[in-house]
């Protein structure tokens, strides 16, 4: 049977942008635009133009940085909302305009101040005025998640009669179940009689957690296009996350859905995504968290050993993750002890891996990750190997408006000091370089993560860290009230595991 093709419309730079605290500049959205061209996106919706003059200016620049992909500008249903687009897209080679309204009860009475035929014939003059200007016109009818159905037949129609080749079918607050709103497309299916003219796309919110169950119920009942966000940011709780619903089309293939995006990228677009707008991803995120593909559970870590496909239905790989992670915790069995002693190049008896797995339980009863080091005491090693041979003495950072970060650092590693001075982006950067200077590692920083532990000025920073090296995966932790110090402890943390 052939597989359907179904449009990955990413709106990470437009409705993805509206979280607090997570606006990007022009440069970052071009960067942002370029991965998500690479990533084999469709379309980009690369911004309201009309709402700023950055983002009119960031719609411009993203057209003429980007090729394959659609170029999208929202708008209202306001002729000086087109025509900003308009201007905007003039060196996009794909331009589209998306126009649109609000549809429910809501919108229509206490939004708008309007009616039902009004509505509609604001939407035609706008799905008009915006095809005076380019061929594909996208139109949204805002809440038609809470839409009365029969309404929104009128509603679709009329607005590809004007000349719409895509009809949004937004749930705007995340209202629906997924049962709802595959029935509610499967109704425009089945009542629309000009649907076969113009695509139908989803855009759902995540208010009750199921953006992405509604965005798949509306494409198994005939909807192919879907509107998501990169790590599924976006207004209020966010968007239909743009990773989940691409590997559920692939891992799902008796759906005979197939997208345009190259999984392998996918991994690599949410950290740059996550690190551009400053907006961590939670570590039990589907498919890009950093405990996605982690086994802390000893029956889990057997299992996958033994075959991976019994715990994981996804091989990591496949979305550009190194390997699956076995953490090795209190909930750990031997099987799992064994493979990590292995990877450190111990082997042991039955009865000497037994003696020593009981002193791992009652190190890991008092610890909640035992850590290579811990494991080489365990096993025997020297105790020039364990951690406290490598550690911060002390650090010093220049840092300032119109001057470049200098950090200086002294380092305590085998009992001999040792001192470095670099310049960096920031006064982390430079002392974290400063560090490698010392070490002579070459690593990649994959995951750098600061939280505050209490509230005001004065908070305990706690700073995650992973560092990538040869193929293999180290993390590093600290905290601290001085949250460069942390973050250098952190690093120096993960580094004492390789050097």
Known sequence: MARDRVYIFDTTLRDGEQVPGCQLNTIEKIEVAKALEELGVDIIEAGFPISSPGDFNSVVEISKAVSEPVICALTRAVKKDIEVAAESLKFAKRPRIHTGIGTSYYHIYHKLNSNPDEIIQRGVEAVKYAKSFVEDVEFYAEDAGRSENKYLVRVVEAMIDAGATVINIPDTTGYTLPDEYGKKIKYLVDHVPNIHKAILSTHCHNDLGMATAN????????????????NGIGERAGNTSLEEVAMIMKSRKHLNLVSNINPKK????????????????????????????????????????????????????????????????????????????????????????????????????????????????LAGASARDIRRNLHLHKLQVVCGKGTTPVASVTMEWDGVCHTATAEGNGPVDASINAVKEILKKKVKIEEFLIQAITRGSDDLGKVHMQVEHKGTVFYGFSASTDIITASVEAFIDSMSQIV
């Open 215 to 230: 965005t798949m119920s509306g494409v198994i009942n005939g909807a192919r296009q879907v509107e998501v966000t990169v």
């Open 266 to 377: 996918i991994y690599r677009t949410s950290r740059l995504v996550s690190t551009l707008m400053r907006m961590p991803i939670q570590p039990n995120k589907a498919i890009v968290g950093r405990n996605a593909f982690a086994h802390s559970s000893g029956i889990h870590q057997d299992g996958v050993l033994k075959r991976r496909e019994n715990y994981e239905i996804i091989n990591p790989k496949t979305v550009g993750v190194s390997e699956s992670s076995i953490l090795l915790t209190a909930r750990s069995g031997r099987a799992a002890l064994k493979h990590r002693l292995e990877k450190l190049g111990y082997t042991f008896t039955k009865a000497a891996l037994d003696t020593i797995y009981h002193e791992f339980v009652k190190l890991a009863d008092s610890k909640k990750e035992i850590i290579d080091e811990d494991l080489k005491v």
